[in-house]
């Protein structure tokens, strides 16, 4: 299983963007890259996923570099309602089994 | 779709006592998913199934922990006994398996072991 590694906590501005970089350095060739958001109180929500290069949707931005042994979650213009911990997962989508499996994640702080 | 439902909500009990927790998995999902987060340790992998077989429990913390999907709509993660370290919150997930693959999670069970 690829490692993943994130920081701990980040804290941000309002009407700011904000880059959340997660490691995965034995990412394999089959695994995809996730992200998943997650509130006090509730299960972790989907946000957005890709395998390389840059992914976009009405939320946030995924940006793989070639080696794909990092990705970035970009936010863009975060509201105090992006206050959240933000987790990268990192695991095969496809066929056959799989197994993901959560890290520590990275508690953003949206400030005012 | 309603989503993945969990009950009870929150759950109170004494040490000793056996536990159930209960998930209904979105509608047609070939993939279900046991979790438990605690601040000490984050979100952990307990178990998943695939169309009702466990595939992984390597997750499960010991013998009092097991879990069951009779079939494709129902699953329950029991303890017994309960102890006060199993406090925790516990969440089930179910997913589609293709390409896009997305887990979505249920609200959670809150457990409190006293």
């Known amino acids: 299983l690829a490692k993943t590694t994130q920081p701990i906590s980040m804290d941000s501005y309002e009407g700011q963007e904000v880059n959340i970089t997660c490691s995965h350095n034995?990412?394999?060739?089959?695994?995809?890259i996730t992200w998943y958001q997650q509130f006090p109180s509730q299960g972790p929500r989907f946000i957005i996923q890709g395998y390389k290069t840059k992914v976009t949707n009405e939320v946030a931005s995924l940006f793989i570099p070639a080696d794909r042994k990092s990705s970035t979650l970009s936010l863009p213009r975060v509201s105090l309602s992006d206050t959240a911990v933000y987790y990268c997962?990192?695991?095969?989508?496809?066929?056959?089994?799989?197994?993901?499996?959560f890290g520590t994640g990275t508690k953003l702080q949206v400030i005012p | 779709d309603a989503g993945v439902i969990q009950s009870p909500r929150h759950e109170v009990t004494e040490m000793g006592q056996e536990v159930t927790l209960r998930c209904k998995p979105i509608s047609g999902h070939d993939y279900l998913f046991w979790y438990r987060q605690t601040m000490m340790r984050g979100l952990e992998l307990l178990i998943y199934f695939n169309n009702n077989v466990p595939i992984d429990d390597s997750g499960m913390p010991e013998d009092r922990f097991s879990a069951k999907m009779p079939n494709a709509s129902f699953s329950t993660l029991k303890i017994q006994p309960s102890e006060p370290r199993d406090s925790a919150v516990y969440f089930c997930?179910?997913?589609?398996?293709?390409?896009?693959?997305?887990?979505?999670f249920g609200p959670g069970t809150r457990l409190l072991v006293l």
């Open positions: 034995n990412i394999a060739t089959n695994d995809y």
């Open positions: 997962l990192v695991g095969v989508l496809s066929g056959g089994y799989q197994k993901v499996t």
């Open positions: 997930a179910s997913s589609l398996l293709r390409t896009e693959e997305t887990q979505y």
